[in-house]
């Protein structure tokens, strides 16, 4: 339990509910046992009716107020059994919603490296499935613990008072009953457990092969997929099978030992009857009663006890990533300014989970208003170099300041507000192109939507589409192209007018006339701004006013296109190369 008591706090926060709940339980179950004393008093009539103690009239009139009670408790036993759950099992929801916020924020808060390290499935399921189990102990194991202790105090109390010999020998199955549901409750929860897992390779495999149909069908293996399927299939329908063998227990075990109670009763009453130790078989039949009130409620108590072993095994999973302190964080309140000159001096940096040194020793300055180009081949560190300003990781050695101040001295609300970062794979949600672009700026009006996108040279593709702006995008909607996807994000990032633009990259599938085009009008919108442009291109990278190449994470040449095109080195091979594919294209 110790793991639970995370869930303190909320308790606390819906006391209210739950004593309320709790008052209502216990008031339920009070008016729920009257049926069984009228009915003995019901028998007891009989007897003295039959045996002419009391005139028919009175037998009438005995039967009548016994029937009026027992319909008049059992309707307001149910309508308190109705509060009982509205009180009680919402309290549970409330706190799955609470917890669930929790964890979402948490996960927000959580820096890149935490993702890398953690499958995307896993922090799915400890934020719907293990919140859920949680919510069983939260609501249901709580309502049933408070039914079955008020029904089992108040229930043997009565018994007591009617027969205390018959009390024992009719309450000594139950346990055995509790023990059975318990292990029954474990071996349930254990395959379906497995059955979950198998269900869950089988989404994720034919999620997959729904997303990679168009390779599946280019490649023509559709034969095996539809092979791998069935296989994965036929092994979840054993786990089922084996689960609902299992599963197939419960009800005969619970009828079993329902039978066995009442069989005692009507043996052990029936002997006391005889003897005198009992005035009525009216009580024969109010234990009947009892015994089949007690009989649920006890088997509850093992499957209580299985709900909250699998509830404390999940908040266990869920108190794992609440408790990760996360590695970037604001390290002051105070706004700070984040335009101004970008310097990196020495820069090393290495990533956690590859353990790739992606920097090496990397020094450069641009200043405010200037643009700068990133050039190298694939995996030299130039990607990184963006993660960096964006404190998306922190660095092992040397320094980043921008506008003078370290970087992780700046406000991080401040520092990411000022940027705009253009990722190389251009990420956009299931929602409308309008939304997708306004996503960098809530504020932003209809014309600031079109003005960016008319910047990034995707205005005329969006207003083809028959629903313009609003055409919905993902898998309900239309799918862009590489190169529509990439000014679309470049328009999400240009509308927040920020003070440091990023390009990772980000015009590789546009065409060079209209990658000229963007280029121009990026000059334009980025004055006094400062940008970076990571490239494979010269033609991106041939007006900035700095060019650096990198090879292996170190810098291995910088300058300005004009100088660099007459150094021997990675730039002038590229520009050469470009060069030549250009008029080998035109010719
Ligand atoms: N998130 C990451 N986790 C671990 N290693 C990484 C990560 N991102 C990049 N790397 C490694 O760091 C090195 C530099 O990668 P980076 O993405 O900065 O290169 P790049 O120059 O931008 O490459 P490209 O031109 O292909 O985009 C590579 O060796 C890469 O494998």
């Excluded at 949600?429 to 700026?441: L, V």
Aim: glycine letters at 6%; aromatic letters at 10%.
């Amino acid at each position: 339990m110790k793991e639970l008591q995370h869930l303190n706090k909320y308790f606390l926060k819906y006391k209210f509910y739950l004593i309320v709940g709790i008052i209502i339980t216990i008031a339920a179950r009070i008016f729920l046992l009257f049926t069984p004393r009228y009915v003995k008093k019901i028998f007891v009539a009989i007897e003295r009716g039959s045996s002419g103690e009391i005139s028919k009239e009175v037998f009438k009139y005995e039967l009548s107020e016994a029937i009026a009670y027992i319909i008049g408790a059992a309707a307001i036993g149910a309508i308190l059994t109705f509060f009982m759950r509205q009180t009680i099992i919402n309290v549970s929801r409330y706190i799955e919603y609470d917890l669930k916020n929790e964890i979402y924020a948490q996960y927000q808060k959580l820096s890149l490296n935490f993702y890398k390290k953690n499958r995307t499935g896993d922090l799915m399921n400890r934020i719907s499935e293990d919140v859920g189990r949680v919510r069983m102990y939260a609501g249901p194991a709580i309502m049933y613990s408070i039914n079955t202790i008020a029904l089992f105090v108040i229930v043997i109390i009565y018994m007591i008072n009617a027969s205390p010999k018959l009390t024992l020998y009719t309450i000594l199955p139950l346990p055995i009953l509790s023990v059975i549901i318990y292990k029954l409750s474990k071996e349930i929860h254990k395959r379906s457990t497995i059955v979950q897992e198998y269900l869950s390779k089988l989404s994720t495999f034919t999620q997959e092969s729904f997303s990679g149909i168009s390779v599946i069908k280019a490649y023509g293996i559709e034969p095996q997929t539809s092979s791998n399927f069935i296989t994965l299939a036929s092994q979840s329908k054993a786990k089922q099978i084996s689960l609902v063998k299992v599963q197939a227990w419960f009800f005969p075990m619970m009828i079993l030992l329902i039978g066995a109670s009442n069989l005692l009763v009507i043996y052990i009453g029936g002997m006391q009857y005889i003897n005198g130790e009992i005035e009525s078989l009216g009580t024969i039949a109010e234990f009947i009663i009892y015994v089949n009130m007690l009989t649920w409620p006890v088997a509850t108590v093992g499957w209580v006890t299985s709900i909250i072993q699998q509830a404390e095994a999940s908040q266990k999973r869920i108190n794992e990533f609440l408790k990760i302190k996360p590695e970037i964080t604001n390290t002051t309140e105070a706004t700070t300014n984040a335009s101004g000159n970008i310097v990196f001096n020495n820069v090393s940096f290495t990533y956690d989970d590859t353990n790739i040194q992606a920097l090496k020793n990397v020094t450069f300055s641009i200043k405010q208003g200037e643009t700068l180009a990133i050039l190298g081949k694939t995996g030299s560190g130039k990607s990184t170099i963006l993660d960096l300003i964006g404190r998306l990781y922190d660095i092992d050695s040397g320094s980043i300041k921008i506008n003078d101040i370290s970087l992780n001295k700046h406000n991080l609300t401040n520092l990411r507000d000022s940027i705009g970062y253009v990722p190389q794979d251009a990420f956009l949600f299931s929602d409308t192109i309008k939304n997708n672009i306004k996503f960098g700026k809530e504020t932003a009006t209809e014309d600031d939507v079109i003005n960016a996108a008319k910047n990034a040279q995707v205005h005329k593709n969006i207003i083809k589409f028959n629903n313009g702006y609003d055409t919905v995008l993902g898998e309900r909607g239309i799918t862009l192209s590489g190169g529509q996807k990439q000014r679309v994000s470049i328009a999400r990032a240009i509308i927040k007018s920020p003070e440091i633009l990023l390009f990772d990259d980000c015009l590789s599938a546009v065409d060079t006339e209209t990658e000229e085009k963007i280029l121009k009008n990026l000059n334009k919108i980025s004055k006094g701004k400062t940008t970076i442009i990571v490239s494979h291109r010269v033609s991106s990278a041939k007006n900035a006013d700095k060019i650096i190449v990198l090879d292996g994470g170190e810098i291995v040449q910088e300058g300005t296109h004009e100088t660099l095109v007459n150094i021997a080195g990675y730039y002038k091979d590229l520009y050469l190369k470009q060069l030549s594919e250009n008029t080998s294209g035109t010719s």
